[in-house]
């Protein structure tokens, strides 16, 4: 038996295009039914807004909030623009982080193709950003603290080089290894009655998944925080004027 079955990515839709395979895995699906779920919620919240808030209301609101504040504060007015394309990394990713909870469910967040994906696009943004705002020379000199000797500064450069590459690398193990290991837990603690072929054991794999359920509920808001709180201070520092 394989106790990580559950956690493989299973075609559901054969699909393929000029003779490229783009089927859709049970995974794809439930990452659109995330999207679909994120895109629904803020339009129906910002359809119905109200003086008085909902409690939906209330939740988009402080999540706006929390973002505009604790994330985007150091950019002043220039951090706006940025307030829907964190909010929607932030949510995209707690809701594909929950549904992965619900039984049958596969974690999209799981899949390192998706975290990578998502770590990519943070890079090419915050980078992109830096050389428009900047220039090609100003942002790179930016790499190395100013009024270091030549010497120290052309030491420092390609290890600053490495640590901005390396920061896609770091987003997509940690969300993903995160995710993975906690179903992981989770489906292995269930597959001891089958291993053990006995009931007697039954309560130690429940009472254990209830505590590590509990708890993925807490990583999950706190790694779509992480996520979302390293990308904002990418950005922040790639528009920040002493650049």
């Not at 039914?33 to 994120?38: E, G, K, P, Q, R």
């Not at 909030?65 to 220039?78: N, Y």
Request: charge should be neutral; charged fraction near 10%.
């Amino acid at each position: 038996m394989n106790t990580l079955e559950h956690l493989k990515q299973t075609e559901v839709i054969n699909v393929e295009v000029a003779g490229i395979d783009a089927s859709l895995t049970n995974g794809t699906l439930i990452l659109f039914l995330a999207v679909a779920l994120v895109v629904s919620f803020y339009f129906i919240v910002g359809r119905k807004a109200k003086l008085v808030p909902s409690l939906t209301q209330s939740a988009a609101e402080l999540i706006l909030d929390f973002i505009r504040s604790e994330m985007l504060s150091p950019l002043g007015r220039e951090g706006e623009k940025w307030l829907p394309f964190l909010v929607s990394l932030f949510s995209l990713i707690l809701v594909s982080n929950l549904l992965g909870l619900i039984p049958g469910f596969v974690p999209p967040t799981s899949n390192i193709n998706v975290t990578a994906t998502l770590a990519v696009i943070v890079f090419f943004t915050t980078h992109i950003t830096g050389l428009r705002k900047h220039g090609p020379w100003s942002y790179l000199k930016s790499i190395v603290p100013e009024g270091l000797p030549f010497f120290i500064a052309a030491f420092l450069f390609p290890l600053e080089l490495i640590g901005q590459l390396a920061r896609p690398f770091s987003l997509t193990v940690r969300l993903f290894a995160n995710l993975f290991a906690g179903h992981a837990i989770i489906i292995t603690l269930v597959s001891l009655i089958i291993i053990f072929k006995s009931f007697l054991i039954a309560p130690f794999p429940v009472i254990g998944n209830t505590a590590i359920m509990a708890f993925e509920i807490f990583v999950a808001f706190i790694q779509a925080f992480v996520f979302t709180y390293l990308s904002a201070s990418y950005i922040v520092g790639a528009l920040q004027t002493e650049h």
